[in-house]
């Protein structure tokens, strides 16, 4: 796992790579375990205002639970694992910056279940998804049948998952999986077109989207409206109340308000 911090324009980006390519970045207990240790330093990092979550290794995403170090596990270690996986995904749910998680290939089994994880989901034109679990006669076991149900609803997950059905960006983007699609019809030439990065891209420039506005402002809409997806509508209403509350006292607040009267873009800085 690495961390690059973006400078200049996109200061305030952090790009979180999975970088495990002998393995196709299977999750592996070493990968879960760098992947918890990176997001205890991205949540301390009030500098950062957006991740992006992509893959260095072309053609994949992540390929989902590494099935040789699994085939050696007992069945109390494979409980063990999946305690650990399962808390290192509600980690990266519950970072206070948005997530982004750029899809340029394979999210298979739990690659998809961690993709599930972030706030939105950028698809390249050589993205795969798929809960392929009950192939092999186990059942997705990371999160994914409650967080795709909450995304796209009961129907439409029971028949991903009865058929360990895989698809491509465009299924996903009409069932509401992915938030955008590159198409290679935008792609200038066929070396772009066969670009890794392209879904990576494009999360950039969605990430881009989301930096100049108000990092609190932001970070509390993520907790209201993730509260919201299971509160009856009084609690999430209250919810909402309590997070504007805690923008109302800050500096970027009373900046936005000058910037709108003085009709320049606001410079806010998280205070």
């Known amino acids: 796992v690495v ?3 973006h400078s200049g324009r996109d200061s305030g980006i952090l790009t979180l790579s999975l970088n495990r390519p002998k393995a196709r970045n ?5 990968l879960v375990a760098d992947l918890r240790h990176a997001l205890d330093k991205i949540r301390a990092d009030s500098d950062t205002r957006v991740v992006v979550l992509r893959s260095t290794v072309p053609g994949v995403f ?4 590494d099935l040789k170090e699994r085939a050696t596990m007992s069945p109390s270690d494979v409980q063990r694992f999946l305690h650990n996986l399962k808390s290192a995904f509600a980690e990266l749910e519950s970072l206070p910056q948005p997530t982004i998680a750029a899809l340029d290939g394979a999210a298979l089994g739990g690659g998809f279940e961690l993709s599930l994880c972030c706030d939105l989901r950028i698809a390249g034109p050589r993205a795969v998804l798929g809960l392929p679990e009950t192939s092999l006669a186990i059942i997705p ?3 994914g049948t409650l967080r795709l149900t909450k995304l796209i609803g009961p129907s439409q997950t029971k028949a991903l998952v009865y058929t360990a059905r895989r698809f491509g960006p465009y299924p996903a983007m009409s069932m509401g999986i992915v938030n955008d699609v590159v ?3 935008e792609c200038m030439d066929e070396k772009s077109i066969l670009d890794h ?3 990576y891209e494009r999360a950039l420039e969605w990430a881009r989207e989301i930096l100049p ?6 970070r509390m809409a993520k907790r209201a409206i993730n509260h919201a997806s299971t509160a009856d509508p009084a609690s999430g209403l209250d919810i909402e109340q309590l997070c504007y509350a805690h923008v109302i006292p800050t500096e970027d607040r009373l900046e936005g308000l000058r910037a709108f009267k003085e009709k320049r873009k606001p410079v806010y800085k998280g205070c």
Do not use: E, F, K
């Open 3 to 5: 961390l690059i911090r």
């Open 26 to 30: 299977a999750l592996s207990r070493s």
């Open 62 to 65: 992540c390929a989902g639970a």
């Open 141 to 143: 076991g990371a999160g």
């Open 183 to 185: 198409d290679a019809a």
């Open 197 to 199: 990065a392209l879904g």
């Open 213 to 218: 506005n108000g990092p609190i402002a932001v």
